[in-house]
């Protein structure tokens, strides 16, 4: 049972993955579609500097996406060691996981200094 609470508790953080990702995509548009009303069409705004919203926004989505596939091979594969007798834990996916938030924070945290 703890290894289903694990493969839900994944499940949840790709989904909150994915949501993010489609909002910082969607305010990516908000900014587009504002700039549009202001008349700044071709212009760098600081609101708005360089349109890596989207891309970041898409990357996070298609991350989600993966996370929960590997969530569910993960799953399987301990839940296939745990009938065996033979579990032996590993963290491959967490630091995966960890890789991903940690250079997405990086991005951001750039992205925000550069808009500054």
């Known amino acids: 049972m703890?290894?289903?609470r694990t493969?839900?508790?994944w499940i949840r953080t790709s989904i909150g993955v994915m949501a993010f990702g489609f909002v910082v995509?969607?305010?990516a548009l908000f900014m587009k579609q504002f700039s549009l009303l202001l008349g700044k069409e071709g212009e760098t705004s600081p609101l708005h500097p360089h349109g890596y919203s989207s891309l970041l926004g898409l990357f996070l989505v298609a991350f989600g996406v993966v996370l929960?596939?590997?969530a569910y091979v993960r799953y399987k594969k301990e839940q296939r060691l745990i009938d065996q007798g033979s579990y032996d834990p590993s963290s491959k996916l967490n630091v995966l996981l960890t890789l991903v938030v940690l250079i997405t924070g990086i991005?951001?945290?750039v992205y925000l200094i550069r808009s500054l």
Do not use: G, Q, T
Request: proline share 0%; glycine share 0%.
């Open 107 to 109: 991005f951001l945290l």
């Open 7 to 9: 493969f839900l508790a």
């Open 25 to 27: 995509e969607r305010f």
């Open 68 to 70: 929960s596939l590997l």
């Open 2 to 4: 703890a290894n289903e």
